[in-house]
C-alpha cells in the first residue's frame, strides 16, 4: 500500500524528507503587524526575528484551512496520516480533522488518520519519521495508528527560551514578571505534558545555566534512551544547539541524533535563540 505523511509546517522537515516523496508539508500563515508571512519554503528567519524585535506587537498565526489539508490528502496515496501541532495550542488539528472528513465524503475507500502530536516543531518531525518506520516495517494501518499513538504518549518535549517577549506580548506573562526575569536574566526551562499544554520545570538565572538544568532533568528522565532518537531544534543558535547535544551525548546514549533550524511557527513560538528538545 502506498503511504503520504503530512505535516503541519510547524515540523521542520530534514532534507531526506522533504527529498522523499512521501512527506509533505501544510503551510501556516504569520502575521507580523501589516506583513503576512506563508510558512513554507520562502520562509526567511533572519527577515522574520528582525520583523518581531522591531514590533511591539505580538506576531500572530493562522492555521491551515480543511481545503488546504484535503488538497494535501488529495495524493492517490491508500493510506494517509496528517500531523498536527498540540492541539492545545493551535487549530491545525482540528482543521486536519475537517479535512480528513470532506475528503473521505469524496474517497470513502481511503485510510486517513490525523495525529495531534501534543508537542511542535521537532516534535511532529519524530512522529513523521515513527509513522513511515512503521509502514516500512508493513504494518497495517490501524497497527500504524496504535503504534504512534504510544509512542505519542511517552516522547517527552523540553525547551528554553533566550526571551521571554514573545510570551509577554502575546498575555501569557504578565509585563511585570517579563522585566523581571528579564532584570534577573532568569530563564525558564519547560516541557510540553502529556496533554499538549505547557507548564514550566525549573527557573534558572543565566542562559547557559538554564540549558544545562534541561540536560540534567533529560538524562534523569529519559527512558531506554538508546531506542530513540535524539531530536534538537534551534532558533538562530547552532554552537547552542550543538553544545546540548554534546552534553547529552557524554550523559545517554541515544539511537540517532537529530538537530535542525526552526521553520516559521516553531520561530514564532520559541524566538530568537531558543532550543527545543524532544526524545
Known amino acids: 500500500m502506498s503511504y503520504k505523511i503530512i505535516l503541519d509546517s510547524c515540523g521542520e522537515l530534514t532534507e531526506k524528507m522533504k527529498e522523499d516523496g512521501r512527506f509533505a508539508s501544510v503551510p501556516l500563515t504569520i502575521q507580523v503587524d501589516d506583513h503576512t508571512i506563508i510558512d513554507d519554503e520562502t520562509f526567511d528567519q533572519a527577515d522574520f526575528l528582525k520583523r518581531v524585535a522591531k514590533s511591539p506587537n505580538c506576531p500572530k498565526s493562522a492555521c491551515p484551512s480543511p481545503e488546504a489539508y484535503k488538497n494535501a490528502y488529495d495524493c492517490g496515496a491508500d493510506h494517509l496520516y496528517a500531523v498536527t501541532l498540540s492541539a492545545e495550542l493551535s487549530g491545525s488539528y482540528n482543521s486536519a480533522v475537517l479535512g480528513k472528513n470532506i475528503y473521505l465524503e469524496e474517497h470513502p475507500e481511503k485510510k486517513v488518520y490525523v495525529f495531534n502530536s501534543c508537542s511542535a516543531s521537532i516534535g511532529e518531525t519524530l512522529v513523521g519519521l515513527k509513522i513511515q518506520e512503521c509502514e516500512e516495517a508493513g504494518m497495517p494501518f490501524e497497527k500504524v495508528v496504535e503504534t504512534v499513538e504510544a509512542y505519542i504518549a511517552e516522547k517527552r518535549t523540553y525547551f528554553v527560551l533566550e526571551s521571554l517577549e514573545t510570551l509577554r506580548k502575546n498575555g501569557r506573562l504578565s509585563t511585570m514578571k517579563a522585566f523581571l526575569a528579564t532584570a534577573l536574566k532568569i530563564k525558564p526551562v519547560m516541557q510540553g505534558t502529556r496533554n499538549g499544554t505547557i507548564e514550566p520545570l525549573a527557573q534558572v538565572r543565566g542562559i547557559n545555566k538554564a540549558l544545562v538544568r534541561m540536560v540534567d ?63
Open 217 to 279: 532533568l533529560v538524562a534523569e528522565q529519559a527512558e531506554h534512551p538508546e531506542t530513540k532518537i535524539l531530536a534538537i531544534s534551534h532558533c538562530n543558535c547552532p554552537e547552542r544547539a550543538q553544545m546540548v547535544k554534546d552534553a547529552l551525548l557524554a550523559r545517554i546514549r541515544v539511537k540517532d541524533v537529530i538537530v535542525l533550524d526552526t521553520r516559521g511557527i516553531s520561530s514564532l513560538y520559541a524566538n530568537d535563540g531558543g532550543i527545543i528538545l524532544v526524545i
